[in-house]
Every structure is written in C-alpha cells, then in structure tokens.
C-alpha cells in the first residue's frame, strides 16, 4: 500500500468531488470513507488507475450519504406531519440513531458531533463553527465516528443513559458561532421524551429547561460571569421554569428516582426562591444526598459541601471539604468561597487566585481573578 499515493491523491479527489456538487464537508467524508475502502481492497487487488478509482468510490459514497439524509429528513417531515401520533414503539429508527450516535465505543466528543449532525440535522460546518475548530477538523472527527458505529446493529434497545449523558454534553457545550448548542440539546431532548415514556428522560429535559431560564441573567453587560446569588431574578423565563417544575413533578410521582431529576429538584429549588437569602438550602442538602447515594461522584460531594456551607455555616462547609481530595476540578474555588464566608480573607484571595490559574474557560478565569483581586482590596484598605 502506497500511502504517499493516497496522500498525494486525496485532495486532487476532494477538489473534483467538489467541482462536481458535493458540499465541502460531504465531500470530505466521502473521500475519507474511500481512502479507507482502498486501504482495504488495494492491496489484493491494486487498480490501474487509482484516482480514477478513488473518484469512482467517493462519488458512490457521498450519493449514498445524500441519498440516507434525504430519507431520514423525509422520515422526520412526515412524523411533524403527523396531527396527533400515537405510542411510539420501543425503538424506531430515529431512536436508533440516539443509540448509535451514543455507542460506547465513541469518545464523548464523537457522540457528540454525531449526535448533532445524524440526529440534529446540524451541518458540519455549523458544529464547526459551535466548537469554535475548523471544518475539515470536525468532517474528519464525524467520519472517524460513522467508521467506528457503522457495522453496530441493534438486537435490544440501547442504553438510554448512555443517551441521556450524551444530550447532557451537548447541553454543557452552550452557544457559539451561529448554533446554540444548549437550545438544540433542548430540542433533542424534547423529541426523545415525546418518543419513549422514561422517567429520567423527563428528568432531564426538566433540568434543561430550568437551567436554560435563567440564562440571560448568568452575564453582565461586559460579558463577566453573574454568580446565581448575585442573578437578577426578574430577568429569569418563568414559563420555561414552569414547564420544566410541571415535567419534573410527573416524573417524580413516578418513584423511580434518578440522578437527572435529582440534579433538577435542586435547579428548581433554587428557581423557586424569589431572593437567594429565601433559598432552602437543607432541602437541597438533602437531594444532593439522594445524587451522592445514586452516583457516589466526587463532584456531587463538592457541590453538597457548598450546600452544607449554606445550609448549616462555612465551617461545616469546610469540614465537608477536608474528606474530599483537592485535586477535583474547582475544589479551589469551592474552598475560597467557604473560606471567605468564615472570615479567612487572606485564605480565600490565594486560593481564589489558585482556581482562576486552574480555570477552564476564559470567562470562569476573569470571574475568579475578579474576585481575588476583591478581597486583596479589601485587606489593603
């Protein structure tokens, strides 16, 4: 196998792919799915004209692929068409492809560009755009992705949590560019709770909804981060939080708890609170028992120690603290914070300082040095 060939050859083919009709991204997938075809028929049988055959096999392959869209997308029109749809089975196409997209096999970032592109409808270039990498970066991420979930078949339905963990990413990922992720994770999800009857899929979609409401208080005029205590509350979309309280309580009523209506008991308790002095933090001490008992996390046992903070004074915070290991993401800030309530100025400034150098975005970063920068005035003067 010449690899230099391939190498030499692969964008001679994409640009007459190109020339011929094909999208850009489309193209790319195509090509990327006949380089891998010649790897494997080339070497027992080597053509005589190898772009000619490379051309031949992507052409085949982006026409397959267009063909497939078009069907899925006419699957879809007719099922919005529908006036008043009966029960959905217990897995459809359209579900199979939450569950392909969701395949263990896949990195948590390839479900979730696959996710989006096979199941949302979003080009590549827009996933592109939202991810803030190039194109051709994600065209390749998706294709590897098609590669490795192509010859999985479907004998029993597939892990919903493994779904449901795969929406929530997409939900985590927010906005940018000209896709908002967090509304399409809503969307998603709100077609997976209408095709199958599962309480955690509703806990889910409620914990979206309550989360979304609140999002255009979370940023000042300047772009800063708002923490949720300092948020104004008026500027919260009620009816989203309404809907999400209405599915959350039937979920709820079901008794099959899990750890997305958990997390959204939480959110809607914190919604439900017209001042953040009103907020009931022993009642949501006690669901972040309910998250420790279903997922024994770490993260879930910092956030709890915040709660207890809150619920029964910083010092109690602070003995929560000390059992956990300081190495999880924002145990730093969680520790400045506790610290800056019990009176430890000095504590909290160089460990507030320690978590912005920790941060993982540039937003959460200035927040952190915003408020170091605070308390250090406040012990000059």
């Given at each position: ?5 391939l ?6 083919v994409?640009g007459i ?8 991204a489309d193209a790319?997938d195509?090509?990327?799915e006949?380089l891998?075809?010649?790897?494997r028929v080339?070497?027992?049988d080597p053509p ?13 392959k982006f026409l397959d692929?267009t ?12 099922v ?6 009966g029960?959905?089975?217990?897995v ?16 948590p970032?390839?479900?979730v ?5 096979a ?10 755009q ?8 994600m ?6 992705a098609k590669r490795?979930?192509?010859?999985v078949?479907f004998?029993?339905?597939g892990?919903v949590?493994?779904v449901l ?5 997409v939900?985590?990922?927010g ?6 992720l967090a509304a399409?994770?809503?969307r998603?999800t709100?077609?997976l709770?209408a095709a ?5 899929v509703a806990?889910?979609?409620a ?10 208080s979370r ?6 981060l708002?923490?949720l205590?300092?948020q104004d509350r008026?500027r ?7 809907e999400?309280v ?6 709820l009523a079901?008794?099959?708890?899990g750890e997305f209506q ?8 914190h919604a439900?609170?017209r ?6 933090w ?11 008992r ?7 046992r910092?956030n ?7 619920a029964?004074?910083?010092r109690?915070g602070?003995?929560e ?22 009176g430890d100025?000095a ?11 920790k941060?993982s ?7 952190l ?10 012990l000059?003067?």
């Amino acid at each position: 196998m010449d690899e230099a060939l391939l190498r030499s050859l692969t964008p001679k083919v994409l640009g007459i792919l190109v020339r011929r009709g094909a999208g850009f991204a489309d193209a790319e997938d195509a090509v990327q799915e006949a380089l891998v075809e010649a790897v494997r028929v080339w070497p027992s049988d080597p053509p005589r004209d190898p772009q000619g055959w490379l051309v031949t096999v992507a052409w085949r392959k982006f026409l397959d692929a267009t063909r497939a869209d078009a069907a899925r997308r006419r699957r879809e029109e007719l099922v919005d068409e529908e006036p008043e749809p009966g029960p959905a089975p217990a897995v459809d196409d359209t579900l199979q492809l939450y569950f392909l997209c969701a395949h263990p096999s896949l990195t948590p970032s390839s479900a979730v560009a696959l996710t989006l592109r096979a199941v949302g409808g979003l080009t590549t270039r827009q996933i592109a755009q939202a991810y803030l990498v190039p194109e051709a970066t994600m065209a390749q991420r998706i294709s590897r992705a098609k590669r490795t979930v192509s010859g999985v078949r479907f004998d029993r339905p597939g892990d919903v949590g493994t779904v449901l963990r795969v929406l929530y990413l997409v939900f985590n990922e927010g906005y940018s560019g000209d896709v908002d992720l967090a509304a399409e994770a809503i969307r998603l999800t709100r077609r997976l709770a209408a095709a199958i009857d599962h309480p955690e899929v509703a806990g889910l979609l409620a914990l979206m909804l309550i989360h979304h409401a609140r999002r255009a208080s979370r940023t000042a005029p300047d772009g800063s981060l708002v923490p949720l205590a300092e948020q104004d509350r008026s500027r919260w979309d009620t009816r989203s939080i309404a809907e999400g309280v209405e599915i959350l309580q039937a979920a709820l009523a079901r008794d099959q708890l899990g750890e997305f209506q958990a997390q959204a008991a939480i959110a809607a308790l914190h919604a439900d609170a017209r001042t953040a002095e009103e907020t009931d933090w022993p009642q949501i001490v006690e669901w972040y028992d309910e998250l420790v008992r279903l997922t024994d996390s770490p993260v879930v046992r910092l956030n709890r120690a915040v709660a207890v903070g809150e619920a029964d004074g910083p010092r109690a915070g602070l003995a929560e603290l000390e059992t956990l290991d300081s190495g999880l993401p924002r145990y730093a800030a969680v520790a400045a914070h506790l610290h800056e309530r019990n009176g430890d100025l000095a504590t909290a400034a160089h460990l507030y300082a320690e978590a912005a150098a920790k941060a993982s975005n540039l937003a959460e970063r200035d927040h952190l040095t915003r408020q170091a920068a605070r308390i250090n005035a406040q012990l000059r003067g």
